[in-house]
């Protein structure tokens, strides 16, 4: 019996000083230059020559600066490109933000670990006699569906998530009768897409169970992007395009500023009207 309470106690001990741990935590402020680290979908993560799907890379483009979270190494690991640096941090400075970015907090000490080489695209690093690698992912390319834009890159989902449509545009949309197709060109290498094609993912989960249809085709990077045959043939000219189709037939385009509300020009290339609120 004396056994059991004595167990007993320890585990209590040890969760009481852990609950302490994260008081103390969440009571530290987030670092005032070393915070803001958005989620990347650009690099993939090689350890020794092998893949780490679960990694978790982070880049703050201000700084500008790469973060890595996997169990795969012995602590995170700071890249600086500025100064071609790598060092290192206790995973307990680092801070996930309920919006899905990542502070390191104002306490947090940055070990030295010595300088990455550029090999090509490909970053890499020695950490403890392990060679790592940050190799920028393919691009995604051919005929996808949303939720592989997502899965590809974080930032379209959370971007996503924070966009909000136009009510009654689509409102308007969903009252739609005739079969409507959204193919919408894109580029996961493009900046523009990644603020923008979010924008109609989002119109697209609103819209679900309508009429309207959306289907993605990624292109290469330049200038194999402009050499796809269909690309020719559309005379698509850039991306993000959105080239709406109603009963296979092409009534317009969704290009340009278009995209900052893109459920507002489609309702408008539709049914041939703006909606209250629009542009």
């Known amino acids: 019996m004396t056994h059991k309470?004595?167990?007993?106690?320890?585990?209590?001990?040890?969760?009481?000083?852990?609950?302490?741990?994260?008081?103390?935590?969440?009571?530290?402020?987030?670092?005032?230059?070393?915070?803001?680290?958005?989620?990347?979908?650009?690099?993939?993560?090689i350890v020794d020559g092998i893949p780490v799907p679960k990694a978790e890379v982070y880049q703050n483009d201000k700084l500008p600066a790469i973060l890595v979270l996997t169990s795969a190494l012995p602590s995170p690991?700071?890249?600086?490109?500025?100064?071609?640096?790598?060092?290192?941090?206790?995973?307990?400075?680092?801070?996930?933000?309920?919006?899905?970015?990542?502070?390191?907090?104002?306490?947090?000490?940055?070990?030295?670990?010595?300088?990455?080489e550029m090999s090509g695209e490909n970053v890499k690093f020695a950490y403890q006699g392990r060679k790592v690698s940050l190799?920028?992912?393919?691009?995604?390319?051919?005929?996808?569906?949303?939720a592989e834009l997502?899965?590809?890159?974080?930032?379209?989902?959370r971007t996503a998530s924070t966009y909000k449509p136009?009510?009654?545009?689509?409102?308007?949309?969903?009252?739609?009768?005739?079969?409507?197709?959204?193919?919408?060109?894109?580029?996961?290498?493009?900046?523009?897409?990644?603020?923008?094609?979010?924008y109609i993912l989002k119109v697209e989960e609103e819209l679900k169970g309508s009429q309207i249809k959306f289907e993605y085709i990624g292109l290469p990077p330049p200038p194999q992007?402009?050499?796809?045959?269909?690309v020719k043939r559309l005379k698509v000219g850039g991306v993000p395009t959105g080239i709406v189709y109603v009963s296979g037939r092409e009534v317009g385009r969704i290009t340009g500023e278009g995209w900052n509300s893109p459920e507002v020009l489609l309702n408008k290339i539709v049914h041939g009207r703006a909606v209250k609120g629009g542009k």
Request: proline share 10%; aromatic share 6%.
């Open 77 to 116: 690991v700071l890249l600086t490109p500025r100064n071609g640096t790598v060092e290192t941090v206790h995973i307990m400075k680092v801070a996930k933000q309920a919006d899905g970015t990542v502070d390191l907090l104002a306490d947090a000490v940055l070990a030295p670990l010595g300088r990455f």
């Open 150 to 157: 997502k899965a590809h890159n974080p930032q379209y989902a």
């Open 5 to 45: 309470r004595s167990a007993v106690l320890a585990v209590l001990a040890i969760t009481s000083l852990a609950l302490s741990s994260v008081s103390r935590a969440q009571a530290i402020p987030s670092d005032g230059v070393l915070r803001d680290f958005h989620p990347s979908g650009e690099y993939a993560l």
């Open 135 to 146: 190799n920028p992912k393919p691009p995604l390319t051919g005929v996808r569906k949303g």
């Open 225 to 230: 992007a402009w050499q796809d045959p269909e």
């Open 166 to 198: 136009n009510g009654p545009a689509i409102a308007a949309l969903k009252q739609e009768p005739k079969p409507v197709t959204v193919r919408v060109f894109f580029g996961s290498w493009c900046p523009h897409c990644r603020e923008h094609i979010p």
